[in-house]
């Protein structure tokens, strides 16, 4: 659970719900580092039922797959995933493109291959920097992945935080 969770939270971070822009029917006030999480959680569930309400519906179905995907988290997660985001957020805007697309990428694999994906990047995780160089590049790992799925480990990462 723990390998798959920095790779699924980066991928819900990827995917909008917490880079989404304030609804129009939001006071702004002055300007804040709010979220769109940040923001429905602060609302009432009258007020978010009303917001979700004036989406588009494929919109709506999206942003309430994503809450409840994060309300189904651990506060230990969930504190894990802000700060993923706010290191995110931190990144100049050309990065956070690039990362969007690595995750795109990642997201579009089959099932199985993701998961393949998912556990590489953990296994060189868990080593250091100098013995993590040395496994990508023996054999045996190399022929478990096609080259664009030891890119995306590669790149992956570089962008995943180690457990």
Known sequence: MRHGFCIGAMILLASGLLLGQPPERLPLGPPSNLTMLDRLEAMSPEQRQRLLENLPPERRMRIEERLRKYESLTPEQR???REQFERFRQLPPERQQAVRQLFQRFSQLPEDRRRAVRRGVWELQMLGPARRAIRIE????????????????RDLLEVAPAP
């Open 138 to 153: 023996r054999p045996w790992f190399k022929n478990r992945y096609s080259p664009d799925e030891l890119q995306m480990i």
């Open 79 to 81: 504190q894990r995933l």
